[in-house]
């Protein structure tokens, strides 16, 4: 079945670092891909899509492009800010028209000033 | 514009009893998910609403139910709860139609089964 791979947390960075967090899928045809955060007690905000393949995603800052070839979307940032620090969720949507989303297991990312 | 919202905000039950929870979608979604995140992984898929019609379940036991109302809302019931039933329990929606791939999530209910 179609899954999602997200690097080992937690991520520990000093502000002004770079960021990359590594996610990798496995789905049948050709799937849209997210990056969700979520910051301490609360809910699950879109951060960037993807919905085929070599688009980029970007917002805030970060960026994620779609690459089919190595069935990746891994989510960067140039420079982290404390401000960052949530945890952060890839997440694929296989059937377009019904739209489940199947997620990683998140990466914790924390960012020390 | 509110954006979606759930309650209650937590939930404290006992094993074997019974729980509704709510969710009002955004204001012009007409398609309702229900996720589970127990803490520390990602959201699972529940089930998905559209049409006040189950339209896709996910990896679920049957005391996982739900309904959606005429105007869009939904509840997610769960019976007989178990101690592995505790998590926050996340609702999402989105407007239907093609290329409609973006979900907006609420803050989610906690439910703790003691």
């Known amino acids: 079945g179609d899954s999602v791979t997200q690097m080992e947390g937690p991520v ?12 990798t899928y496995t789905a049948t045809g050709y799937p849209s891909l997210f ?21 980029k995603g970007s917002n805030k800052g970060f960026e994620a492009t ?33 739209q489940k989303l199947v997620f990683g297991q998140g990466t914790r990312l924390t960012i020390n000033p | 514009d509110a954006g979606v919202t759930q309650s209650p905000t937590h939930l404290i039950k006992t094993r074997g009893q019974q729980v509704t929870l709510r969710c009002s979608p955004k204001s012009g979604h ?27 379940r996910g990896n679920f036991p049957d ?14 019931n769960v019976n007989a709860l178990l101690l ?3 998590a926050l329990y996340l609702c999402a ?18 439910l703790t089964v003691t």
Not at chain 1, 42 to 48: D, H, P, R, V
Request: hydrophobic share 25%.
């Open chain 2, 93 to 110: 929606s989105s407007p239907s139609g093609k290329g409609s791939y973006e979900q907006y999530f609420g803050p989610g209910t906690r």
């Open chain 2, 84 to 86: 592995g039933d505790s």
């Open chain 2, 30 to 56: 007409d398609t309702v998910s229900w996720y589970q995140q127990a803490l520390g992984q990602g959201p699972q898929f529940i089930f998905q609403y559209y049409e006040e019609e189950e339209r896709q």
């Open chain 1, 66 to 98: 779609y690459r089919k070839e190595t069935t990746s979307f891994h989510l960067e940032k140039g420079s982290v800010q404390v401000s960052d620090s949530a945890v952060y969720f890839c997440a694929l949507s296989a059937d377009q028209g019904a």
């Open chain 1, 12 to 23: 520990t960075l000093s502000e002004e670092a770079f960021l990359t967090i590594n996610c």
């Open chain 1, 35 to 55: 990056w969700y955060v979520q910051y301490p007690g609360e809910g699950l905000q879109l951060l960037l899509k993807a919905t085929k393949a070599d688009d």
């Open chain 2, 63 to 76: 005391r996982f139910s739900g309904h959606q109302f005429p105007n869009y809302s939904s509840e997610l």
